[in-house]
């Protein structure tokens, strides 16, 4: 007779065989070791060329420029030509990343996607990518946790590093919404776009790096949002979605601020997963965070699954709103349910050797 060994952390059986309510989640130890925090040092994004604005959308469905503007504060999205594909809109995001960290292709250890629109089914998208980047010395694996990607890949980067299995990781969240999107189904069809946003993650001797952060899934939900693998087609019952992201953001920054041992008034700039303007609002107003502090990127790019946090840092990069050494908390909530978030030092100094 084989014996089941209870998993570490999960709930004890009870003597009548029912499982015992479970634990609370496992809280990290704030503090880390000198020398080995992980952070940003580049960043990269690239978008299709085709724009497609909400007037075009108005001349195929019952829909208004007004509706979606109110509604979403999406204003156009860009999306992917016909038969055009992912892969090399991420390549030109990662070498962009590359150059902006001063790093080159042979010193990447590990290609981290993030990814729910693959071109393939299998390979994934990163074997290519670092293939086209010449990263002919790294690992390459495809991550899914749909809007939440960006986070976990970072936070998989930051492990990676912090435990001196890789010395610098191509995060990349690379998506193309249009393809799994029902184009005639007016709820879901104005929220999507497709694009890119690459990272690129490195160890210093840093003073805060990427801290605090928090990752949560509740698989309970997940008929609230998904694509069947048959259909692949995304469904949505928005008003719960809308909810459960509000609540679980908020939560999840809330925490992360508290492992990183800051607060709110420490942040220079909050980054909320692109979904939704009231969305982004709520959870700032939550948090208490003022509107100045808040970057939107929705208006441009509309909701790019994992894609749209490093989009959004991208171009409050080349706004001027973000500049190296800032605070910047991030929070993204997907299909899943999934969700998380972080603070990072964006582009931080790292100490000089003693
Ligand atoms: N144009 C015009 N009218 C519309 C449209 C549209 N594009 N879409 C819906 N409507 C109508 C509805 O039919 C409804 O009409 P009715 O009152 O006559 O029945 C009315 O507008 C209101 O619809 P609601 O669904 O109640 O609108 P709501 O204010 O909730 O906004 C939205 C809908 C934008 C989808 C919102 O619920 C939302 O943002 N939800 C969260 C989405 C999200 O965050 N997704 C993130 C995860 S995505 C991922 O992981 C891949």
Request: hydrophobic residues 45%.
């Amino acid at each position: 007779m084989s014996t089941v060994l209870p998993r570490p952390g999960a709930a004890p059986a009870t003597r009548n065989g029912t499982a015992a309510a479970p634990r609370p989640a496992r809280v990290r130890p704030a503090a880390r070791r000198r020398g080995l925090t992980a952070g940003i040092f580049g960043i990269g994004s690239a978008l299709p060329e085709r724009v497609v604005t909400n007037r075009d959308l108005e001349q195929v469905l019952d829909t208004s420029d007004e509706w979606i503007v109110r509604r979403t504060g999406i204003r156009e999205r860009r999306r992917l030509g016909e038969g055009e594909l992912l892969a090399p809109l991420a390549t030109q995001a990662c070498a962009d990343a590359l150059a902006d960290a001063g790093r080159t292709a042979d010193e990447v250890d590990v290609v981290l996607v993030s990814t729910v629109t693959p071109d393939r089914v299998t390979p994934g998208l990163a074997p290519e990518i670092a293939r086209a980047l010449g990263a002919t010395g790294a690992s390459a694996v495809d991550l899914s946790a749909a809007c939440a990607g960006f986070l976990y890949a970072l936070d998989h980067a930051a492990a990676l590093v912090e435990s001196g299995r890789a010395g610098v990781v191509l995060v990349c969240a690379a998506e193309a919404l249009s393809r799994i999107v029902d184009h005639t189904d007016r709820s879901t069809a104005v929220l999507f776009g497709d694009g890119v946003g690459a990272v690129v993650v490195a160890g210093g001797d840093l003073d805060l790096g990427l801290a605090g952060f928090v990752l949560g899934a509740d698989g309970e939900q997940a008929d609230l949002l998904y694509a069947d693998a048959e259909a692949r087609v995304l469904r949505m019952q928005g008003q719960e979605v809308y909810r459960h992201a509000v609540r679980r953001m908020s939560a999840a920054t809330a925490e992360a601020l508290q492992r990183a041992g800051l607060t709110t008034d420490d942040v220079d700039l909050f980054v909320a997963h692109q979904a939704n303007r009231r969305i982004i609002d709520a959870v700032a107003a939550e948090l208490h965070v003022p509107s100045e502090k808040v970057v939107l990127d929705v208006h441009r790019a509309a909701n790019t699954s994992s894609a749209s946090i490093p989009l959004a840092l991208h171009q409050a990069e080349r706004d001027g709103l973000l500049k190296p050494g800032m605070t910047v908390a991030l929070a993204a909530f997907g299909a899943g349910f999934v969700w998380g978030a972080g603070v990072v030092a964006w582009k931080e100094r790292v100490h000089a050797c003693a």
